[in-house]
């Protein structure tokens, strides 16, 4: 390599290393009131940097109570990576809205965080004592099944052992949710440092009215500031504080929500949705599989409370749906509501297939009004495979009503070579019988033999194939005979599933192995040799 080469190689290595910063940083919150603290984490893992972060940024807005660093070894794909974490306490010098700078170390730097500082409460309980506990709520009148946020905060100004307790949130008449694990900072009052334990809940009422929140208690064994005598064990006591009674309003269901569709009240709610591959960018033919995902999205509802979202079904299109994903974010608002469905659609039809519109209903807790949130309808241009056009699945009314005009022509031309055989059967009566020709490929025996196979091991993929390579030997193509066999046509349909949908590995091939020995006939006919009104076996022994 000339040494131009090997210049802008190094260049283009130092312009990608500084374009992806290996600096992260997160803070444990962005909303705190005057006076608390908050834990700012920095993380790196670049092996190759040393020291420490540069904290003198922060000076400004901030001080800098205390840092601590720690760092560890993680295995990810089976490679193993060095990190090491800053953890760094920061007391805010005034309220407002802040913003913690970008954070250098070496040549990577961080991402800025912005936060909001409160002012603090003038109507805070006894401040002055060493142990209080404080409740509040985010609303006092929300609907009913709407959320409430309830904020649990105890405050000390001596330390605790290890063995403190709180009471159990217990309603009868509302839903309770933790909203994940207590965390802890500290909070300067009247020039007393105080730690801070803070615990939240979301709660659901579902009866109109007033929801008593009865008071809950914080037991805890506190050590004794006061000086000992050298030598003598440090004295603790023992300490149970409450917290104050709260009263929730809730409202009924409003007048103005049609009565017809499921009570939604939220914040705020989305629908989006994702197809694999996108129909608008690529063809559709028939029997592909398109994967539809669709996401409801609701802030201020747990994702037990979302509705399920209405069913595709339209006439040439097969849907194979596998199980919602339902998944909680727990923010400083609260909870937000996932909802994902997938479904595998099929289309068994050529031609413009038009899926109608998605409408959600809702109600805007944060307005107070009524809402639709809506997918648009979309058409799908299905084109025609001729790879399918034999054996395409057919359980379905739309495709019965294709079949109706080949059946009756064949009618007519039935009862027309019955007559014309008739005829040359009674010309050549005396004549000697003729020796069929000896048929090549693999026999019917044969493909049926492996077809049994594929079925009794429960593989979809070869049973498919298996299926496939019968259905050409026989008179009727696999259509035919599922339109005229309902327990053939159900079992195509459980086939089908297993190959367009995730759940194939649970799929049983007994269903249609017993459907395709249980065939009828399509008709009745008479062959010159043998006895009136019978038929030889189908696969002689």
């Not at 914080?218 to 004295?235: H, I, K, L, V």
């Not at 949705?273 to 802030?299: C, F, K, V, Y």
Request: with cysteine.
């Amino acid at each position: 390599m000339s040494r131009l080469g090997v210049f802008l190689f190094s260049l283009f290595w130092a312009l990608l290393v500084q374009a992806e910063p290996t600096l992260q940083a997160s803070v444990d919150r962005t909303r705190l009131g005057a006076g608390e603290t908050l834990e700012l984490t920095l993380e790196s893992q670049d092996v190759t940097q040393f020291g420490k972060p540069d904290l003198r940024a922060l000076d400004g807005d901030f001080e800098v109570r205390g840092t601590r660093q720690l760092n560890s070894l993680h295995t990810l794909d089976g490679e193993t990576r060095a990190s090491t974490r800053w953890i760094i306490t920061l007391l805010p010098r005034r309220s407002g809205s802040l913003r913690i700078p970008e954070l250098r170390l070496g040549q990577s730097h961080s991402q800025a965080i912005d936060l909001q500082v409160l002012q603090a409460d003038a109507s805070r309980p006894d401040t002055a004592s060493q142990i209080f506990v404080e409740a509040t709520l985010d609303s006092n009148e929300v609907y009913v099944q709407a959320q409430a946020v309830l904020t649990l905060r105890i405050y000390h100004s001596v330390s605790l052992y290890d063995d403190s307790s709180l009471s159990p949130l217990q309603l009868e008449n509302a839903k309770v949710e933790p909203l994940g694990d207590s965390r802890t900072y500290e909070k300067d009052i009247n020039g007393v440092r105080h730690g801070v334990i803070e615990t939240r809940y979301a709660l659901y009422p579902q009866h109109s009215g007033t929801l008593e929140i009865a008071p809950l208690t914080f037991t805890a064994t506190a050590a004794d500031n006061a000086q000992q005598p050298e030598g003598t064990a440090r004295t603790a006591r023992q300490v149970q504080v409450r917290s104050l009674p709260l009263r929730l309003t809730v409202r009924p269901i409003p007048a103005a929500w049609p009565a017809a569709e499921p009570w939604l009240p939220a914040r705020s709610l989305t629908l989006e949705e994702h197809w694999n591959p996108d129909p608008g960018r690529q063809q559709t033919q028939i029997g592909d599989s398109l994967t539809r995902s669709i996401t409801l999205r609701a802030e201020g509802l747990s994702s037990t409370q979302l509705p399920q979202l209405p069913a595709t079904e339209i006439a040439g299109l097969r849907r194979y749906p596998d199980q919602p994903l339902l998944r909680n974010e727990i923010s400083e608002r609260g909870m937000t509501a996932n909802r994902e469905e997938r479904e595998a659609l099929v289309p068994t039809h050529s031609g413009e297939l038009a899926l109608p519109a998605l409408e959600v209903t809702w109600w805007n807790t944060r307005e107070d009004h009524l809402e639709h949130s809506s997918l648009p309808a979309r058409n799908l241009n299905v084109q025609d495979n001729p790879a399918l056009s034999a054996d395409t699945p057919v359980g379905d009314a739309g495709s019965a009503s294709h079949l109706l005009w080949p059946w009756q022509l064949c009618t007519v031309i039935f009862a027309l070579s019955t007559a014309l055989g008739f005829t040359l059967w009674w010309r050549a009566r005396s004549q000697p019988a003729v020796l069929r020709a000896a048929q090549t490929g693999p026999s019917p025996r044969t493909l049926l033999d492996d077809l049994k196979r594929a079925c009794q091991a429960n593989d979809p993929q070869a049973t498919r194939q298996a299926l496939d390579a019968w259905a050409r030997q026989q008179p009727e193509t696999l259509a035919e005979m599922a339109a005229r066999f309902v327990p053939l046509s159900d079992a195509l349909d459980g086939l089908n599933g297993a190959l367009y949908s995730e759940s194939g590995q649970y799929w049983q091939g007994e269903d249609l192995w017993r459907a395709i020995g249980t065939i009828p006939p399509a008709e009745q006919v008479l062959l010159p040799s043998g006895e009136p009104g019978s038929l030889p076996p189908l696969y002689p022994k």
